[in-house]
């Protein structure tokens, strides 16, 4: 608690001098001020509190089973959260489905806890059922900080869940013949300020995959990768995606296992 | 009639196989072409609509779909089909209807800074902006713009501004893959996010002497430092 009030002061204080910067000097100025925030900021991310009550969330028996997901098995077997994270999306046999951890979630919601899914799923992203997803996704993800990333599609529909997510990654459409790869296509571009990661590549993926779900600074909102996910659609001008829908976790299997290898560094901070 | 039969076997699978006879994949593993049923039961099931952003925006024109797998719209094999698509789209250019093709800079420079509209939190009715800035660096003293596209520094005093330059910068604007079959770029005309008026505004800001766009460098200005 303490460290991360003692990290929101520093970052308010680095960012008023990141403010100052960017209109005295050029963007590459407000860039290395941005990366030297973010450092300042990785002792004492918010997005820890929002571990704490996925944590708490997890721990607590609720639902009309009234059981807890202490029990839920995240594909390493029931009750290990420990590197679960780094190693999703996966196949699972029960579901017969591919799995985000997201989805995961809610399936082991229904079976443990007896929850319907239904209400989490049309939720929007403020409202408390979403709340308790992401904050559940926050402490999972957390289990994993600093694991190597290991996603090798291996089972027939991990490996189909890959190929449609790369052909919805380059799948263009609506009214601005936007797909993913209009934005996240091409090394070293950016939208305005913001840099935009070449996902096709293992560091660009990385840095998307891998350091989601993430507390956004300049919205003060902790964010899922589905949230993530969601609002891209949102700027590509698509419909939106259902949560959870395989859309989202073909896209999710296509990042992560271009990202294979690399570092999670999960929960993230972001602008 | 059986000997038929094998000959149209055998010319569909030369067909699929291509050109490159020994490569082991006979259908290409993902993209156009591979489980099509899969992908297209996957899109149905993703989505809904939302806001003004219903689910037919899912329903892509033959260039979207050419360009959806970059490597082959870019390959020597396409290069037949590009050029008919940007015959297509060049057809669908609508050049200004009083034939002055430039508006008012100051305008042009407020929707090129705009990228309201279209998404699911707009709201029908208010006009469009471009997105410009999104993708290109425009008057010098924005220095927050994307690079998705070149730098339109300097554009008028670069190019100059006979008829043909006019001409080839309208219909970039208005329908960006006519000249280009898989541009990043937006069809602003074609697809109605920006009507004739706006388009004319933008072409002041590109072309217009007095527009930032074109000012003089203040190193060009001053000669050699002091």
Redo the contacts between chains.
Sequence with gaps: MDRVSVGIAAFLAVSAAVATAAYAQ??DAAQEGIEAYREALQDGNPAELFELSGEELWKTPAGPKKDSLEKCDLGLGPGVVKGAYAQLPRYFADTDRVQDLESRLLTCMETLQGKDPKPYVEASFTAPPKEEMIALAAYVSGQSKDDPITVKPKHPKEQ?MY??G???F??????????C???H??E??????QD?PYIPGQKGAAAGWGSWPAYRVSSGQMWSMQWRLNDCF??Q??????YT????I?LSMYMAANASGETMKTPGIKR | MKHAMKHAAFLAALLLAGPALSETKVAP????G??DA??TR??A??????GI???D????DE???F????EAAASPAAAEKRLRIEAANLATVKWPSDGKWLGDWKEGEKIAQSGRG????DKPGEPNGG?C???HQISPTE??????GPSLLQYGALRGRDEETMKAAWAKIYNA?SANACS?M??AGH???LGETQIKHLMALLFDPNSPVNAQSNSAKSGPAQ
């Design positions: 050029q963007k189909a190929d449609l790369k052909r919805m380059y799948y263009q459409g609506g009214p601005y013949d936007f797909a790869a209009t934005c296509g091409q070293g571009t950016r939208i305005r300020l935009l949102r700027q001008r698509f419909p939106e995606p259902v829908s395989d859309a989202t073909a | 593993s993902w993209g156009p591979a489980d899969a992908f996957m899109l099931a993703s989505f809904k609509d939302k952003a219903k689910i925006r899912l329903t892509q260039t979207q779909a360009c959806s797998d970059p279209n998404t699911w939190t997105n800035y999104n993708c220095i927050s713009y994307g690079t998705i893959k990043n937006p069809r697809m109605g996010i």
